[in-house]
T-cell receptor, first 116, second 115 residues
Framework: EAGVAQSPRYKIIEKRQSVAFWCNPISGHATLYWYQQILGQGPKLLIQ????????DSQLPKDRFSAERLKGVDSTLKIQPAKLEDSAVYLC??????????????FGNGTRLTVT | AQTVTQSQPEMSVQEAETVTLSCTYD???????LFWYKQPPSRQMILVIRQEAYKQQNATENRFSVNFQKAAKSFSLKISDSQLGDAAMYFC????????????FGGGTRLMVKP
């Protein structure tokens, strides 16, 4: 099966600019996650979708970050305006069933964002 | 809130030898899952092994095995017969077994394998 696809692979922007990341999960996976991974740290969950509804966005900085998952498939994560501290790798993941904790998450290769 | 702690920022092992990576976690839940993920320079997180908290038997996947101590809230990963391809960041992660559960990661351990 095809894995989780993310684009772009790299992005460099100046502070106060806007940026968007795209994710296409594994076909049939109902749950989609966006994680932020700052260099040298473990990934931190930003938002979790179940189909096209938000399950958890408690750690999403909503004043500048937004995410949507139209039609319960692809998702986009946007930052507007970007700050220097937003420099990180943004990982998208999907899983088949959120009701079962053992369902593994499948991750994409991530987008490395550099804000200058 | 659950927390996951990896106290070893870096570990080194000689090729063909065995290394153990440590992980502790904090939770008030009784039903949960624990995972070890590997992240090579390609950045993709790859599932290495999974443990169900209700199982007393330690999980094993080929050269990878865990030592799960539920009472101590400890979940270490043992890599036997280390190979150069094992060099990567390793993350321990926790996930509760309820609806809407999220995966919480530790800070990671960088494993270096010496030829």
């Amino acid at each position: 099966e095809a894995g989780v696809a993310q684009s772009p692979r790299y992005k460099i922007i100046e502070k106060r600019q806007s940026v968007a990341f795209w994710c296409n999960p594994i076909s049939g996976h109902a749950t989609l996650y966006w994680y932020q991974q700052i260099l040298g740290q473990g990934p931190k969950l930003l938002i979790q979708f179940q189909n096209n509804g938000v399950v958890d966005d408690s750690q999403l900085p909503k004043d500048r970050f937004s995410a949507e998952r139209l039609k319960g498939v692809d998702s986009t994560l946007k930052i507007q305006p970007a700050k220097l501290e937003d420099s990180a790798v943004y990982l998208c993941a999907s899983s088949a069933n959120t009701g079962v904790g053992g369902s593994p998450l499948h991750f994409g290769n991530g987008t490395r964002l550099t804000v200058t | 809130a659950q927390t996951v702690t990896q106290s070893q920022p870096e570990m080194s092992v000689q090729e063909a030898e065995t290394v153990t990576l440590s992980c502790t976690y904090d939770t008030s839940e009784s039903d949960y899952y624990l995972f070890w993920y590997k992240q090579p320079p390609s950045r993709q997180m790859i599932l290495v092994i999974r443990q169900e908290a209700y199982k007393q038997q330690n999980a094993t996947e080929n050269r990878f095995s865990v030592n799960f101590q539920k009472a101590a809230k400890s979940f270490s990963l043992k890599i036997s017969d280390s190979q150069l391809g094992d060099a990567a960041m390793y993350f321990c992660a926790y996930r509760g077994n309820n609806a809407g559960n999220m995966l919480t990661f530790g800070g990671g351990t960088r494993l270096m394998v010496k030829p």
